[in-house]
């Protein structure tokens, strides 16, 4: 990516892998305005303090799936890009539970992230790269899982079409940014930390997952008026496995075997 006022291309600093993350590795850079930015420092890092004091917190749900919760309080505008290179599709879901910012994927067009949308991505196997331009100070929850890990947990409940061509290996690349509900968003604040640790931090993290593809389907679906035809049906099998969860605290089954159990 070129920047601006003609200035050199920025150098990309690339990442490792963190906690099993779908994709491998990311590169990140950043620049200012006046085209001042990473490509310009004699080490790759974060964003300075005195230009943006950003914190970033990584929790992994599993292999393959990753949380990110990232505060950022820029003091200039800031123009961040990510790009990320992955072997297997991945989606993605986003929330800026505050601040506002614009947002764009490789190939698709600008959108403007508020606190009143959230994003459902899919990214097929390559490279992407997202480039955010931070407008205020901002709060940003996003989880990212591969396909193989989504089939896994989603195996035998039925799904809006949209997921299903992803299960199926048939999907494109897209992007929606339905509307937050007070529900959706509490789920996304949820997944931000666990009271948790070690295997059960794992649990906590997936059974918020598992709540937050409710809510997403419902929206995929069309909405309210098509609820009873999502993920909601499988209610009694989520009971389920909170039961069989609690009745072996000093041996809980993997994820896969609770899969099994419930079905």
């Not at 230009?51 to 917190?57: E, R, T």
């Not at 601040?99 to 991505?121: C, D, L, M, N, W």
Request: proline fraction near 5%; charged fraction near 20%; glycine fraction near 8%.
């Amino acid at each position: 990516m070129a920047m601006q006022d003609g200035g050199s291309s920025l150098s990309p600093c690339v990442m490792p892998t963190v906690n099993n993350a779908p994709f491998i590795p990311f590169s990140c850079q950043w620049r200012l305005g006046n085209g001042y930015g990473s490509a310009h420092l004699a080490e790759c890092g974060a964003v300075p303090d005195e230009i943006s004091h950003d914190q970033m917190n990584v929790l992994s749900a599993g292999e393959g799936r990753s949380i990110f919760h990232m505060v950022s309080q820029p003091a200039q505008l800031v123009t961040r890009e990510c790009t990320f290179i992955h072997e297997r599709p991945v989606l993605t879901f986003l929330a800026h539970l505050k601040g506002r910012s614009r947002f764009k994927v490789s190939g698709g067009a600008e959108i403007g992230v508020t606190p009143e949308h959230y994003v459902i991505q899919l990214t097929n196997p390559g490279s992407a790269a997202i480039t955010e331009q931070a407008v205020e100070h901002g709060r940003v929850v996003s989880f990212m899982l591969s396909d193989d890990r989504l089939r896994q947990m989603l195996d035998g409940m039925r799904v809006p079409t949209l997921i299903e061509k992803i299960l199926k290996g048939r999907s494109n690349d897209f992007q929606l940014a339905p509307r937050m509900s007070v529900a959706t968003r509490r789920l996304f604040t949820a997944l931000c930390s666990t009271p948790y640790t070690g295997v059960w931090s794992q649990f906590y993290l997936n059974s918020k997952l598992f709540e937050l593809f409710d809510e997403a389907f419902r929206d995929l679906d069309g909405g309210a008026e098509s609820r009873s035809l999502g993920i909601g049906n499988e209610r009694g099998k989520i009971d389920m496995a909170r039961d069989i969860l609690l009745d072996n605290l000093s041996n809980p089954p993997t994820i896969e075997m609770l899969a099994q159990q419930v079905g």
